[in-house]
């Protein structure tokens, strides 16, 4: 009896310790699958990343060309206006031409640091992009006013 008691101890010993490496074995396993998930899952992020990434590019440079070609559109048309303030001045008696003379002069000579300004912006992304944006509408929307009151004033 001792023998077969001693044969199934053996036996049940055997069979702990087989469990137990595969168990082993399939943990590692676990733990390997898992970092390669990790893996897999930071270089998916850095691959959305560097696609919005791109995508933002774009979408700057799409915005920027928008954003150029409307507020070159502008100055045209303010030097244009100016251009015709100027003209009518020149038909108008003296008094008024150098009242309105200096204010003309200023106008325009905002309306180039306007275009000097537009024209020299490094194309950024992000905030300094949208400050730049907002300041250069502000600043074209306060010129433009300046210059629709101008021709209020002479009527």
Do not use: P
């Not at 930071?42 to 560097?50: E, G, L, M, S, Y």
């Not at 933002?56 to 244009?80: A, C, G, I, M, P």
């Not at 600043?139 to 009151?149: P, S, T, V, W, Y």
């Amino acid at each position: 009896m001792k023998a077969n008691q001693l044969f199934t101890l053996a036996l049940a010993g055997l069979l702990s310790a087989g469990t137990l490496v595969s168990c082993k074995d399939a943990g590692r396993d676990g733990v390997r699958s898992e970092n390669e998930r990790l893996q897999d899952a930071d270089q998916n992020t850095d691959t959305a990343i560097t696609r919005q990434g791109v995508r933002d590019h774009t979408h700057v440079d799409t915005e920027w060309e928008e954003f150029r070609t409307t507020s070159e559109q502008k100055l045209k048309e303010n030097e244009s206006r100016l251009d015709n303030f100027r003209e009518k001045m020149e038909k108008s008696d003296e008094k008024l031409r150098n009242k309105y003379n200096k204010t003309v002069t200023t106008l325009e000579e905002r309306n180039k640091e306007m275009r000097k300004k537009l024209d020299e912006y490094k194309k950024e992304g992000g905030m300094k992009w949208e400050e730049f944006k907002e300041e250069f509408n502000r600043d074209m929307d306060e010129l433009g006013k300046a210059i629709q009151d101008l021709f209020k004033d002479n009527k």
